[in-house]
């Protein structure tokens, strides 16, 4: 089986300032991993993926993540944060992509930007 | 990227009533589709694997003659909330990988539809 742990449930943060977002996950078999984010109200939109490849991996809106698979980690970075990027972010691993493409999310973390 | 629609974006309803919540793709066709669960401030739990020309695949703890799902077509599934109650309200999402569900030669992106909030009074 696989699970997700989002370390933080919440983190506020103020404008301009950096932020890592922290995931943990657990399987049993290679995984692909995700970071979405969800506006309110509204579905999820894919922030990044890591298939294989290169570790740190670019996604849209400046955000980054790293794969550690020692530490089973895939942390979500962004250098400076704007108001925009108030939301709530969901870690999501895909355990085989035999089963289609079935996701397991994390608990999400809300980040709060200030101004 | 790929798109994928549900209808109604927000359905208000009755205790004891049934709602039918539909999720299209609709510039791809998808053979597979996923429905989740969302409650207030939680993550999205999937509730079931849509298959499009035979049953549905339910997660554990799902109630499948509770939540009917029916994949009248390639782009198309359905998820009909029977009998509804208070404690069925939450927010219904879908998603559809891009291929379509063919998974054998690559990884398929998942493409998630806007939601559907479900208040059941």
């Known amino acids: 089986a696989q699970s997700v742990t989002q370390l933080d449930s919440q983190v506020p943060v103020f404008e301009e300032a950096p932020v890592e977002l922290r995931c943990n996950y657990s399987?049993?078999?290679?995984?692909?991993l995700f970071w979405y984010v969800q506006y309110p109200n509204q579905g999820l939109q894919l922030l990044l993926k890591?298939?294989?490849?290169?570790?740190l991996v670019k996604g849209i809106n400046g955000f980054e993540a790293e794969f550690n698979k020692s530490q089973t980690s895939f942390h979500l970075r962004k250098p400076s944060v704007h108001i925009s990027d108030t939301a709530e972010y969901f870690c999501?691993?895909?355990?085989?992509?035999?089963?289609?493409?079935?996701?397991?999310f994390g608990q999400g973390t809300e980040l709060s930007v200030k101004p | 990227g790929a798109v994928v629609s549900q209808h109604p974006s927000w359905v208000i309803c009755k205790s004891g009533t049934s709602v039918k919540i539909e999720c299209r793709s609709l510039?791809?066709?998808?053979?597979?589709m996923f429905w989740y669960r969302q409650f207030p401030k939680q993550s999205l739990m999937l509730m079931a694997t849509?298959?499009?020309?035979?049953?549905?695949?339910?997660e554990q703890g799902v109630e499948k003659d509770k939540f009917l799902i029916n994949h009248a077509s390639l782009t198309l599934s359905t998820l009909t909330v029977t009998s509804a109650h208070p404690e069925d309200s939450s927010f219904y999402i879908c998603?559809?990988?891009?291929?379509?569900?063919?998974?054998?030669?690559?990884?398929?992106?998942?493409?998630f539809g806007p939601g559907t909030r479900l208040t059941v009074l």
């Open positions: 510039d791809f066709q998808a053979t597979t």
């Open positions: 849509s298959n499009e020309g035979s049953k549905a695949t339910y």
């Open positions: 999501a691993v895909s355990p085989d992509y035999n089963q289609g493409g079935k996701l397991i």
């Open positions: 998603s559809a990988p891009s291929s379509g569900g063919n998974t054998y030669d690559s990884y398929n992106e998942q493409f």
């Open positions: 890591y298939l294989s490849g290169s570790t």
């Open positions: 399987s049993s078999v290679s995984v692909y």
